[in-house]
């Protein structure tokens, strides 16, 4: 079992930036940043295999940035020219061997 504990959400005003961070308990293979907003379903923001490889929702493209450490199990969200549309919970997200885990969320609110 592996569990994830995300950090770094809060409030911040349009334009601004939020660092999202997410530790893995254990080794994981693909990690990722899924987001829930109020009414909606989780949407997939950004993915990075283990090799670096990512894949971003076109809404955030150009203004976040995924990477990941290896060495320490984690992920990261660089968010930037944030917009009140980007509003919402984001759950962290690893998968192992046909197994997927998420972390318990943490609330980004962005004001106009």
């Known amino acids: 079992q592996v569990q994830l504990v995300e950090s770094g959400g809060g409030l911040v005003q349009a334009g601004g930036s939020l660092r999202l961070s997410c530790a893995a308990s254990?080794?994981?293979?693909?990690m990722g940043w899924y987001r829930q907003a109020a009414g909606s379903k989780r949407e997939l923001v950004a993915r990075i295999t283990r090799g670096g490889s990512t894949n971003y929702a076109d809404s955030v493209k150009g203004r976040f940035t995924i990477s990941r450490d290896n060495a320490k199990n984690t992920v990261y969200l660089q968010m930037d020219s944030l917009k009140p549309e980007d509003t919402a919970v984001y759950y962290c997200?690893?998968?192992?061997?046909?197994?997927?885990?998420w972390g318990q969320g943490t609330q980004v609110t962005v004001s106009s």
């Open positions: 254990g080794s994981i293979d693909d």
């Open positions: 997200m690893g998968s192992k061997i046909l197994t997927t885990y």
